[in-house]
């Protein structure tokens, strides 16, 4: 944690309100993202009880099992849910640009530009905190690998048409979720807590509820934003209902155990009733309905709150151009259904790890810098950790290379009153137009005054271009840091896997999930 | 405190002669053996440098094709002036990246030394030697024969996959007590996976090719009689070292005598024991802790200023503790910019002063460490890990001062280790929290409270 992020916290617990942490908004939000509120069993992993879902805020479509551990029910409910999603996610597949993407011939080596397609827009599913994230993951992987009638006409159990598909798209946005700075699937506690600071701990702050109230206190309920944060975690009604359901997927016990056990027997015993009196059942699985429904409408509200409160931040530079980097991804696995492609495996191969987490490691470094670039607070933040510096250029000295043709290489004598850790010979940047210009650090005066030499985006002549040599008296914040990092290691193909690594992986597809007794229960 | 176990053939009582049949065990797999790896362990000081060159002359004798890999500049650099010490005939080739000054500019004054960013331009020598990140971006026809992965604990897995495709057969060499490669993002996923990008190379290696050849150095010949065994038992509880100098050999004395202070007198117990714990009052404070910082500094000021002389088994005659000789290892960069501007303020220069990342591989006779939870309000994953302490404990060849504020045990018994058990990883033994405490309960016999 930052020094300035810690004071921000300080400064929210003497206020009794959240302290922003940003100027601009950091992640890019669509006109028309798709809430998804799940709420989980008790008990069983990956057993739904029930979902909010939607794309507008005044008729989200309530989800419900009234019975979990009914594995027909328990269909049903994917079902729906895919009938929900999957035409929100498949909206965007057809409406494209034409773009280009470098490709590697596998022959002969040579990279070559491709001409292909680019979708214009891409899906983006919100839930309330990293559980819903994680839960997002595992409805993922307990889809994918199903078959449905069609695809195995003997399967003892085939999943609905669509469910499986459902199941590689949910696959594709959660594991899209952990590159730095991607948007395809947020969180909103994870939106909320990367631009406010609240005087609550990081694991507090994963309560939707409490980090609202430090945010925008409700004025109608009184106290400061502090006191309704602790209200909505632990306030609890004569029943010893909490007041404020949690934002799941995990649902409150006493509400499982005084609300909901007893409806649902109630179903059980509707379903049984022998002779079957449908009115009944009917009305016992509406019980259990507007139960679930009670737990998730405020969550659901709170989400949307959340997204009103951040969209009125302006957008950041950069966010566009992430976003960019999420449509490329939404194009790339639509292309991978449409071309029938297995689902993504169950783990790993070496090759594929490595890939990924190099990829993440640059992007992460990426995104660190563009906040910064995008941000003064954030920036103020590297400046105090040494990493980046601000001042006024004092004395510009035209300097050229030795060589034949001369080329500009200027000293720039810059004041500043931040403190940047220079070791050993170090490089700093700042940003011309978009475009990183790069110096070099020469020597640190008695007084601080930083000198440095320029060394590039000059152009080509003896005499820079104009504009780019800052003048005497220009303000201008340099970084230690690179704009944009260098990628990672370039690896070998998947079947050239060396023996370090346990040679190349079995091919062929994964077989689907054995049926076992949990899925006759 | 355990007795440095006899090596698995029967005791050997000289230590030269342990750490040599020890070599010549590694040496035969490496050009005799059948496998395609060899692992050898090496704990701080043992001569891991000295085994690589050594292994380097006698591939390069038998012809094999060479290529050493290593895992930053300064460790290519120091190898590439080690083998032209030793062998000034061996053509030895130094790829380094397109930026013009990413190597020592010593390395043009060696005659046989050819400088290139091409691999192609060096393909043809017996040795080429580069860092890990410049040999992924190599692309060459044919594979090298043999290869030396130095420091290969503090390789990712990724890296070694990255070069992997490059060599033949490899050794290779590290320390596993030192600080384990970290990832900028989450790498949880992959826990427990034979292949976990973000573990060691090492790990990942043995995973899958656990019939590997093990080989490990017995004897550290930079750690003095008094740390060995305590390094030994906190950080390496079943690969245990011994030191290869007894207690007389080594001797820190200063021409003046104490003034009383703190600094001081924990110099002097520090002379006297290998090992002093200079404590401040308790208090949180900031990382950059003032007073912790000036202490530091302090205590570096007065080893010089009391004239400082040490003796050793590599000469006959006392030799003055100068600034190069001290180094200051700290948790956090920031720390050691405050360290380096106290020093600063109090006159001091040529002091190394660095985090524990970068001191790695490194040798002090004097070394004073700002303890990582001093003045801190919890142990987190990152203060804890015993890799960090260990690099700090272990820079030594005569005395390692430890600047800290009181109440470490009980920060340590409020914030036990918690961190998730992964499924299929392997756990690491010891882990921080426990060396943590066994490092004090040293310590805590060399305490010497602070007064100014």
């Given at each position: 944690m930052s020094l300035l992020t810690t004071l921000a916290r300080l400064e929210a617990v003497r206020a009794g309100r959240a302290r922003p942490l940003a100027t601009v908004r950091h992640r890019h939000l669509t006109d028309r993202p798709l809430v998804f509120v799940p709420l989980t069993t008790a008990g069983e992993a990956g057993a739904p009880l029930g979902a909010l879902v939607g794309t507008d805020r005044d008729a989200p479509r309530l989800l419900v099992v009234p019975q979990p551990r009914d594995r027909d029910l328990r269909w049903t409910f994917l079902a729906d849910l895919a009938e929900e999603v999957l035409p929100y996610i498949d909206?965007?597949?057809?409406h494209v640009e034409p773009a280009e993407r470098t490709e590697t011939d596998p022959v002969t080596g040579k990279k070559a530009k491709v001409a292909t397609e680019l979708c214009l827009d891409a899906p983006q599913i919100v839930v309330p905190s990293p559980a819903g994230i994680e839960y997002v993951r595992l409805l993922g992987r307990s889809m994918r690998f199903r078959r449905t009638a069609e695809e195995d006409p003997d399967a003892p159990y085939p999943a609905p048409a669509r469910v499986p598909l459902l199941g590689r798209w949910f696959t594709h946005l959660a594991e899209r979720s952990r590159m730095p700075g991607s948007a395809l699937l947020l969180s909103a506690t994870g939106l909320l807590s990367r631009h406010w600071a609240t005087g609550q701990s990081s694991l507090e702050d994963q309560h939707l509820g409490a980090l609202l109230a430090w945010i925008a206190p409700d004025p109608k309920t009184g106290g400061t934003g502090a006191e309704q944060a602790l209200r909505a975690e632990l306030a609890r009604d004569a029943q010893g209902l909490l007041l404020v359901p949690p934002a799941g997927p995990a649902t409150d016990p006493a509400f499982d155990n005084k609300l909901l056990a007893p409806a649902m027997a109630r179903f059980d015993a509707a379903r049984a009733a022998d002779p079957a009196d449908p009115a009944a059942r009917s009305a016992a699985e509406d019980a259990v309905r507007a139960l679930v429904a009670s737990q998730l409408r405020p969550t659901w509200d709170a989400v949307w709150r959340s997204l009103d409160l951040v969209r009125e931040l302006p957008p950041g530079a950069h966010t566009e151009q992430r976003w960019t980097g999420d449509r490329w991804s939404y194009t790339g696995h639509r292309d991978r259904v449409r071309a029938g492609e297995p689902p993504q495996p169950r783990r790993d191969d070496a090759v594929t790890a490595a890939r990924k987490l190099g990829r993440r490691e640059t992007e992460q470094v990426r995104l660190d810098a563009q906040e910064a670039l995008d941000d003064p607070l954030v920036m103020a933040a590297r400046r105090f950790a040494g990493e980046a510096f601000a001042g006024e250029i004092t004395e510009v000295v035209m300097e050229w290379t030795d060589s034949k043709r001369p080329s500009p290489r200027p000293l720039l004598a810059v004041a500043t009153e931040d403190g940047p850790q220079f070791d050993g010979p170090a490089k700093v940047y700042r940003s011309l137009d978009g475009r990183a210009q790069t110096a070099e650090h020469v020597r640190t005066e008695e007084d601080g005054t930083v000198v440095l030499r320029l060394l590039d985006k000059m152009g080509r002549g003896r005499e820079p271009e104009p504009g780019t040599v800052p003048e005497k008296g220009d303000q201008v914040c340099w970084t230690l840091f690179e704009h944009e990092p260098r990628s990672g290691p370039r690896l070998p193909e998947p079947e050239d896997t060396p023996w370090t690594h346990g040679g190349p992986p079995a091919a062929g597809p994964e077989a689907t999930d054995p049926v076992t007794d949990e899925d006759m229960l | 405190m355990t007795t440095p176990a006899p090596e698995a053939d029967g005791p050997v009582a000289d230590p030269g002669a342990a750490a040599a049949r020890a070599t010549a065990g590694i040496l035969h797999d490496t050009l005799h053996g059948t496998a395609r790896g060899v692992v050898v362990d090496s704990p701080p000081g043992a001569g891991k440098s000295t085994l690589v060159v050594t292994a380097a002359r006698e591939l390069a004798a038998a012809g094999r094709r060479l290529m050493i890999v290593a895992q930053t500049n300064a460790q290519v650099d120091d190898l590439v002036l080690r083998l032209a010490d030793k062998d000034p005939e061996l053509p030895v080739g130094r790829l380094h990246s397109s930026?013009?000054?990413?190597?020592?500019?010593?390395?043009?004054?060696?005659?046989a030394v050819t400088l290139s960013a091409k691999a192609a331009d060096l393909a043809p020598l017996p040795v080429v030697i580069s860092t890990a990140a410049k040999w992924a971006h190599t692309q060459v026809d044919g594979a090298w024969e043999h290869a030396i992965v130095d420091e290969a604990y503090q390789m990712r897995s990724d890296a070694l996959l990255a070069v992997a495709g490059l060599f033949e057969r490899a050794l290779f060499v590290g320390d596993p007590g030192q600080l384990d490669p970290f990832s900028v993002v989450g790498a949880e996923q992959w826990a427990g996976l034979s292949h976990d990008p973000s573990a060691s190379a090492v790990a990942t290696l043995l995973a899958h090719n656990p019939d590997l050849p093990q080989h490990r150095l017995p004897v550290s010949w930079r750690l003095p009689a008094s740390a060995a065994p305590l390094v030994s038992a906190a950080f390496y509880p079943y690969t245990p070292f011994r030191s290869g100098t007894g207690p007389a050999d080594r001797r820190l004395s200063y021409a003046a005598a104490s003034d009383g202070s703190g600094p001081d007198r924990v110099l002097d117990e520090a002379a006297e024991a290998g090992w002093g714990l200079l404590e401040l009052p308790a208090r949180h404070a900031p990382r950059t802790d003032p007073e912790a910082v000036r202490a530091v500094a302090l205590v570096v000021r007065r080893a010089l200023d009391r004239g400082a002389v040490a003796v050793s088994e590599q000469s006959p005659d006392p030799v003055p503790l100068t600034a190069a000789r001290i180094a200051v290892g700290t948790a956090h960069r920031d720390q050691a910019a405050a360290v380096r501007a106290a020093l600063a303020g109090l006159g001091v220069t040529g002091v190394t002063v660095d985090t524990a990342n970068r001191l790695q591989g490194r040798e002090y006779d004097l070394t004073v460490v700002l303890h990582p939870?001093?003045?801190?309000p919890d142990a987190t994953a990152f203060h804890l890990e015993t890799g960090r302490l260990c690099v700090l404990a272990s820079r030594h060849r005569h005395a390692c001062i430890v600047v800290a504020r009181a109440g470490i045990p009980d920060l340590l018994d409020e914030h036990p280790s918690t961190d998730p058990v992964q499924l299929g990883a392997a756990v690491k033994f010891p882990d921080g929290w426990e060396a943590n405490h066994a490092v004090l309960a040293h310590l805590s016999e060399h305490r010497v409270p602070w007064r100014p």
């Open positions: 909206a965007y597949a057809d | 930026d013009g000054d990413a190597y020592d500019k010593a390395l043009l004054d060696l005659p939870l001093s003045g801190r």
